[in-house]
């Protein structure tokens, strides 16, 4: 059933209330809530447990709007890329804070019959060299320097072109509409708008568009976006094109220009989202898909490679031996592509080597379960957000995810459209010789991976984990909790995590037993406690049963919700 409610006077369709979520003290002390001034911090007093939705048609997002987005496409005829698609579109709207049109993107889509792979992160500008960063400690975070080409929107393009059944402008229709009439936001999107606030208040731009009044918004509050909603209707009118051979991309490159930027027109029409075969390792039965380089889903293979030559279903789940087995494996395999991984033309080895069964046993015999280690990469001769899955009655799987990086990105939005550009260039390293060294016209290390899990060559599973170094470790984590200890898609994402961090140490969740960070530090893990949880990302699950229907469940770090009918 179709609800139509009325924002800001106008109406917009298919909304429902979202799932119970859990959520941490703020310093947020009200909402405004139509003409009511209500008392809330948004905090539910206890951890609440979602249950696992069960449909034959469903989308899972971090944003209940842009689930809904999704499920109106599917009510109309529409199929789980059309699905996906509008959700995606309508997040960057409604989750600002993840993702933008500004962003790069990449996905994996069961068809019915086989997966494909797509991978839209842009190139450097043309004009970029190593010599241009040399004065540098690391890759810039913020401005022009950190902006490579936006490829998310080319993703959207090619896949409807490919893929979908509805016209490209339907997908648009509810983005366009909370852009422009405005949408309630949401309260962890709204939390993390007030973190990061500060660091963008020197762009005078990002301020008039994402502060308005000079303030992040507090939760419940209603924000427009007019001249986001003028770029997405011309995006939706050129399929895309504008970004990157049209108005939009001169409008960029112009901004480029006048603000010492060296992203070009030229820059922007060469690009072109690249179509790939998945690397793929089999684990208890099931076979994990990641996309390949220049993503960090081989980490993800690697480890599990690692794991699957050991029996973790034998460590009780949650104990101190299933996460140091766990931790281990992971902390090698991003010794390996933190070595290696870069821009697949410039890579000097090919990924698939890395997931050789010899060499996975030559690095498996390295873990010792009596201690932690601090593994460097294996001997290899030579020649580093927002996710949604959505599935529909058909068959089809979508695993979708974009990102600005840095929350909103680099703090460049370009006058008169509301884009706000992403800072994937700071995933390009500064040391001389690296594969992943900056460059011009090169594709940086890129940390956002969708995940796709099939069985005896059909789909099982669609899901991801978003947020930066922790995805990889997300991948794992997931993995090992349904397929080692039989968890469903909810219970695997409300579960507490660890990460393993860029030094090594260990970061444990709230949740765990009150002694595991203490046995795990006797192991020699260097503990961090107090972290946010934020930091341990967002997981979106969609799980196919054998009655062919769907499993799908949304992380509560979120605002998000698993729908489906």
């Not at 000079?214 to 509050?221: N, R, S």
Request: glycine letters at 12%; charged letters at 15%; one cysteine or more.
């Amino acid at each position: 059933m179709k609800i139509g409610v009325m924002v800001g006077g106008a109406e917009l369709p298919c909304l429902r209330l979202p799932q119970a979520v859990l959520f941490y003290p703020t310093t947020i002390r009200s909402c405004p809530l139509g003409d009511i001034e209500m008392e809330a911090n948004w905090l539910y007093p206890y951890r609440t447990v979602r249950q696992p939705v069960l449909a034959a048609n469903v989308v899972a997002t971090s944003q209940p709007l842009a689930a809904q987005a999704g499920l109106c496409m599917l009510q109309e005829g529409g199929n789980a890329v059309d699905a996906a698609l509008a959700a995606a579109i309508t997040l960057t709207v409604v989750e600002p804070t993840g993702n933008g049109i500004g962003g790069d993107g990449f996905a994996q889509v069961w068809d019915g019959r086989q997966l494909h792979g797509i991978n839209g992160s842009g190139r450097s500008p043309a004009a970029w060299s190593p010599e241009r960063f040399a004065d540098g400690e690391s890759m810039p975070l913020f401005g022009w320097d950190a902006i490579t080409v936006p490829g998310a929107v080319s993703v959207w393009a090619a896949l409807s072109q490919r893929f979908g059944v509805l016209p490209f402008a339907t997908l648009f229709r509810a983005a366009i509409g909370y852009a422009r009439h405005g949408f309630p936001v949401a309260p962890i999107t709204a939390t993390r708008w007030r973190e990061m606030a500060d660091s963008f208040r020197g762009f005078p731009e990002f301020c008039r568009v994402f502060l308005p009044g000079g303030q992040p918004p507090l939760p419940g509050t209603v924000v427009r976006f007019p001249e986001m909603a003028e770029t997405l209707e011309e995006l939706a009118a050129t399929d895309g094109e504008s970004l990157y051979r049209g108005s939009l991309a001169q409008r960029i490159s112009r901004c480029a220009e006048q603000q010492g930027g060296l992203l070009s027109s030229d820059d922007l029409a060469a690009h072109r989202p690249l179509w790939v075969s998945p690397l793929a390792v089999n684990y208890r039965g099931y076979t994990l898909h990641e996309l390949p380089p220049n993503g960090q889903g081989l980490a993800a293979l690697l480890a599990l490679g690692i794991l699957e030559r050991f029996d973790l279903a034998a460590e009780p789940v949650d104990s101190v031996g299933s996460v140091h087995l766990q931790a281990e494996a992971l902390k090698l395999a991003f010794a390996d592509v933190f070595r290696h991984l870069a821009d697949p033309e410039v890579m000097r080895i090919d990924g698939s080597r890395l997931l050789d069964p010899a060499y996975l046993d030559e690095r498996a015999r390295l873990i010792d379960r009596r201690k932690a280690s601090f593994p460097g990469p294996g001997p290899m001769a030579e020649p580093g957000t927002v996710y949604l899955a959505a599935a529909d009655n058909s068959g089809m799987m979508v695993s979708l995810i974009q990102s600005n990086y840095f929350g909103f990105g680099s703090g460049v939005v370009v006058p008169g459209t509301g884009i706000s550009l992403h800072n994937r260039g700071a995933g390009f390293s500064l040391e001389s010789g690296h594969p992943n060294q900056v460059a011009g016209g090169k594709r940086p290390f890129h940390t956002i991976i969708p995940a796709f899990v099939t069985k005896d060559g059909q789909p099982a599973m669609a899901f991801g984990v978003m947020g930066a170094h922790m995805q990889a470790q997300g991948h794992v984590q997931m993995m090992t909790r349904v397929f080692d200890y039989g968890q469903h898609p909810q219970a695997a994402s409300d579960a507490p995590r660890w990460q393993v961090n860029h030094d090594q140490s260990l970061s444990i969740e709230d949740g765990f037993s009150p002694d595991t960070a203490g046995q795990l530090a006797r192991l020699g893990h260097r503990i961090v406690s107090g972290v946010p949880t934020h930091v341990f990302g967002g997981a979106q699950l969609i799980r196919k049963t054998a009655d062919g229907c769907y499993l799908a469940g949304s992380d509560h770090r979120k605002d998000g919700q698993a729908a489906g009918f």
